[in-house]
């Protein structure tokens, strides 16, 4: 039931986040202009966003063995990671009551410059995280290469780059993002805003170890990079793999 939910919400995520940001900033003006209303709305609002913070650490370690083949542009994704648009919305109803707060205490006359920073600094990480969460996607795998998205840029490692994800040192440990070694560096294309030097993977929402086999198999196998993003390349590449599995 909790993985429907999840699976739900990260398919039709932008109009789930239309709808969150419309009910948090409903809120945080009724706080500020209507606190007869917002008295009657707090505790609905709180119990949907610890609702779904919940949900959002229940279904963190969801990462099937699986990608999704996208036509537009043609390439293979990891599945969109619903604990990500979960955690947005949870962490819009805290930002609605601070961001309301603030608006109350500015409608007495009471507001402090410590009330404002913090409803920017709020406002700041819901736009990041809904920015996140609205893309759906960090990984693409295409004919080209790599492509690995972050908040403000991203990285394009060629095939020809020969990238390859590392693994963790503790084997009992789900990570976040794995480092990509990269054989030519001087490959790799950077646009936008790019942190860091090293290429981190990130791998939140699919099986780390199928992700960086599939990559070796690409690295390994220049002849079927041209039909990435086709149904018939994905069929052949999942029977490849469960025959090298045994």
Do not use: C, K
Request: proline share 8%.
């Amino acid at each position: 039931m909790i993985d429907t939910i999840s699976t739900a919400v990260a398919r039709h995520r932008r109009p789930v986040l239309t709808v969150g940001l419309l009910l948090a900033g409903g809120n945080a003006v009724a706080m500020g202009y209507a606190p007869d209303l917002a008295r009657a709305v707090l505790l609905p609002v709180l119990a949907l966003a610890l609702t779904a913070l919940v949900l959002a650490i229940i279904t963190l370690g969801n990462r099937p063995a699986a990608l999704v083949v996208s036509p537009r542009p043609p390439s293979f994704t990891p599945p969109v990671a619903g604990w990500r648009v979960l955690l947005t919305l949870g962490l819009l109803g805290q930002a609605s009551t601070t961001v309301g707060s603030y608006l109350r205490s500015a409608e007495a006359g009471i507001d402090t410059t410590v009330d404002a920073v913090l409803g920017v600094l709020w406002l700041g990480l819901i736009a990041l995280l809904v920015r996140a969460a609205w893309r759906g996607h960090d990984v693409r795998l295409d004919p080209e290469g790599v492509r690995v998205q972050g908040l403000l840029g991203s990285r394009t490692v060629p095939w020809e780059a020969r990238p390859a994800a590392g693994t963790t040192r503790d084997a009992g440990r789900s990570p976040m993002r794995l480092p990509l070694t990269i054989a030519n560096p001087e490959l790799v294309r950077r646009h936008g805003l790019v942190v860091g030097r090293r290429a981190r993977l990130p791998v939140d929402s699919v099986d780390a170890r199928f992700l960086t086999t599939v990559i070796s198999h690409y690295v390994a196998h220049p002849q079927h990079r041209p039909a990435i993003g086709t149904p018939d390349e994905y069929r052949r590449l999942l029977t490849h793999l469960r025959g090298a599995a045994g």
